[in-house]
Nanobody, 124 residues
């Protein structure tokens, strides 16, 4: 089992930045690909970004490329999502997830463990 706890969400104006963190406990953190997903109200959960077990490879959905950066610190069992140039359409609950998947896996159902989510609200 892996327990995941997100933090860092909040309210920010368009064009601003936030950094989300996800701390993991339980099984070996570096055994898993880590992903970030988001779910806007009334919409399905969608893939945002993923990072390989070592942190050397990353993958992003097109809408966040060049604005968001995923990273991980295996010594701290933590994955991060740096979000810059935020837009109102980035408003959602953001979830981190762990899985024995490829970094190109975008289906939420294939990830094994999930955090409780953190709200990000971007005002216009």
């Amino acid at each position: 089992q892996v327990q995941l706890v997100e933090s860092g969400g909040g309210l920010v104006q368009a064009g601003g930045s936030l950094r989300l963190s996800c701390a993991a406990t339980g099984r070996t953190f570096s055994d898993y690909v880590m992903g970030w997903f988001r779910q806007a109200q009334g919409k399905e959960r969608e893939f945002v970004a993923a990072i390989s077990k070592t942190g050397y490879s990353t993958y992003y959905t097109d809408s966040v490329k060049g604005r968001f950066t995923i990273s991980r610190d295996n010594a701290k069992n933590t994955v991060y999502l740096q979000m810059n140039s935020l837009k109102p359409e980035d408003t959602a609950v953001y979830y981190c997830a762990a899985g024995s998947v490829l970094i190109t896996t975008i289906s939420p159902s294939l990830y094994d463990y999930w955090g409780q989510g953190t709200q990000v609200t971007v005002s216009s």
